[in-house]
Nanobody, 122 residues
Framework: VQLQASGGGLVQAGGSLRLSCAAS????????MGWFRQAPGKEREFVAS?????WYADSVKGRFVISRDYANNTLYLQMNSLRVEDTAVYYC???????????????????WGQGTLVTVSS
């Protein structure tokens, strides 16, 4: 399985961006997929995940929306009302185990995209 993230860039505070993550190799239907981010000098942190339902970090709840297109095997992250503190490299990830009930820890995931940089200016 290969994951290719895209859509990052420079945006002003209050603006929006949509990240995409194209999965190839085989379908990931029924498995957790998620977004994490890592700011300079900080640990990788959970942003959002999706399986049947969606989960969000408190810091992005109400501003970010995770979704997936099963037909195209693509994961999305719509980011609205962006803040300077959202600046980070964003990574998409996917799990192998279709029976997993956990999707908020980096160690839950088997496959990772290369990351896409999001910079929010004040």
């Amino acid at each position: 399985v290969q994951l290719q993230a895209s859509g990052g860039g420079l945006v002003q505070a209050g603006g929006s961006l949509r990240l995409s993550c194209a999965a190839s190799g085989r379908t990931l239907s029924g498995r957790f997929m998620g977004w994490f981010r890592q700011a300079p000098g900080k640990e990788r942190e959970f942003v959002a995940s999706i399986r049947t339902y969606t989960w969000y970090a408190d810091s992005v709840k109400g501003r970010f929306v995770i979704s997936r297109d099963y037909a195209n095997n693509t994961l999305y992250l719509q980011m609205n009302s962006l803040r300077v503190e959202d600046t980070a490299v964003y990574y998409c990830a996917a799990q192998e185990d279709p029976t997993s009930f956990s999707g908020s820890r980096p160690t839950d995931y088997n496959y990772w995209g290369q990351g896409t940089l999001v910079t929010v200016s004040s």
